[in-house]
């Protein structure tokens, strides 16, 4: 994967991050679309800025929960569709300073990032739901109609000019939703006021990285990502924001998605909506700390350069009946090789072809246990046989609600053959949502 050789590689040494939507519509309890979805009136979302206190929040709080879970950067929603800006903006009324809360949250969760350099990455998003001169093309009015280009981009303009100048660095912008039109003006004053910040691929020209979301669409097998690329994902199977009763995914399920894109060198970024109050709901959290737990034991393997060049093409790792070639992904180099299972294993062995060197140990990252390395020989007729490698004692009964990992510890180094442009694969963002 091409780096940028600049400040914006950052990007690609800070592989997962926190995600957070928090606005109004966490009071209504249903999700961040619920304007555009459920089709509340205007004069009724409004009343929620009342009741959205934020009197618990606390961004050491919230900074503390990403680090324990090896959460390295946090990407945060300055403002959502339905317009409210979670800054002091001199643009609208209509911001968390006319709120009970009366505080800029926005520059309270810049200095407690500043303060730990911890990378602050800022979604905006492209529609807003409600301005006449500047709706969203798809919008639950016929405002689509009196679209205004200009108006609109000068208003992007100088909010984004507020959110780059204001609060120190900025480490990233994450635009969402379909904008309908290009002007490279806006990336170019960004890049201006923040040179080391990083732009999706979600705004009015190409950016420096591709989203795909939720599910995982992309069947390239094992192959790494050619360009850079963050993955996005919810806690909640129904929403992105707070929602009162939300249907949980479990901490397996992440570390398998985890596994699926970090092991072919992409970023991974873990969405959680704040209470009114400014808390996490503990069932959110609960899933956090399964996949902080387990990710933290594993990092080392996951945010390692894919290696799927280690052995043979047309060989490959299996342990389960039926193993597909993207079940067990390869990262590593040098003196090591790590095995990311991302179906988890039903037997305590795996067995692959025969490497240019024998690993002198095999280890269980989740456990830090050692495992026992042997190798046979297959195949009844001489011109068939070769030499496989085998690991035993796999503890199965012990993995059962997490991703295993296995290091192999060479004393040589091993051969990797190099992977050309024409065998990595680009993520895209084809078939999800146009926004959250």
């Not at 020989?377 to 046989?385: I, L, V």
């Amino acid at each position: 994967m091409k780096k940028f050789n600049d400040g914006r590689d950052w990007f690609f040494e800070k592989r997962f991050g926190l995600f957070v939507h928090w606005g109004p519509y966490c009071v209504g309890g249903l999700q961040e679309q619920e304007i555009k979805r459920y089709k509340t009136p205007w004069s009724e979302y409004v009343k929620y800025v009342d009741r959205f206190t934020a009197e618990r929040f606390d961004p050491a709080d919230w900074l503390d929960m990403a680090q324990a879970a090896g959460m390295e950067y946090i990407t945060f929603t300055t403002k959502h569709g339905d317009e409210f800006c979670m800054w002091d903006t001199q643009e609208t009324r209509f911001n968390i300073m006319n709120s009970p809360y009366g505080k800029d949250i926005l520059a309270e969760l810049a200095a407690e990032c500043h303060k730990r350099d911890f990378p602050l990455v800022l979604y905006y998003s492209n529609p807003h739901w409600n301005a006449m001169s500047y709706p969203d093309i798809d919008a639950p009015t016929p405002m689509a109609d009196n679209f205004v280009l200009a108006p609109y981009v000068a208003f992007i303009k100088r909010q984004l000019r507020e959110l780059c100048t204001n609060y120190g660095k900025i480490s990233g912008i994450w635009f969402d939703g379909s904008s309908k039109f290009e002007d490279p003006s806006i990336n170019a004053m960004i890049r201006e006021l923040q040179p080391t910040a990083v732009i999706n691929n979600r705004g009015f020209s190409p950016g420096d990285f591709s989203t795909p979301e939720r599910a995982f669409l992309d069947h390239s097998g094992a192959l790494p990502f050619a360009t850079p690329t963050e993955a996005c994902n919810a806690v909640g199977w129904n929403s992105w924001g707070y929602r009162e009763k939300e249907d949980y995914y479990s901490a397996r399920y992440f570390q398998g998605q985890m596994a699926m894109f970090m092991a072919r060198g992409a970023n991974y970024l873990l969405n959680l909506g704040p209470r009114p109050d400014g808390t996490f709901p503990p069932e959110a959290v609960a899933v956090l700390e399964g996949v902080g737990d387990w990710y933290c034991r594993v990092k080392s393997a996951l945010t390692a350069p894919p290696c799927p060049g280690a052995v043979d093409a047309n060989q490959r790792f299996f342990s389960n009946p039926g193993d597909h070639d993207n079940d067990i992904l390869l990262t590593g180099g040098g003196h090591e090789l790590n095995l990311i299972m991302t179906r988890g294993t039903d037997v305590p062995t795996v067995i692959f072809p025969g490497l240019e060197t024998m690993p002198e140990s095999a280890t269980l990252l989740n456990t830090g246990e050692p495992l026992e390395v042997t190798t046979f020989t297959t195949g009844w007729m001489a011109e068939w046989r070769s030499t496989m490698t085998r690991l035993r004692g796999i503890p199965v009964e012990k993995l059962y609600g997490e991703v295993p990992v296995i290091r192999l510890t060479f004393k040589e180094p091993i051969i990797r053959a190099q992977i050309s442009e024409s065998v990595v694969c680009n993520a895209t963002d084809e078939g999800q949502p146009a926004d959250k």
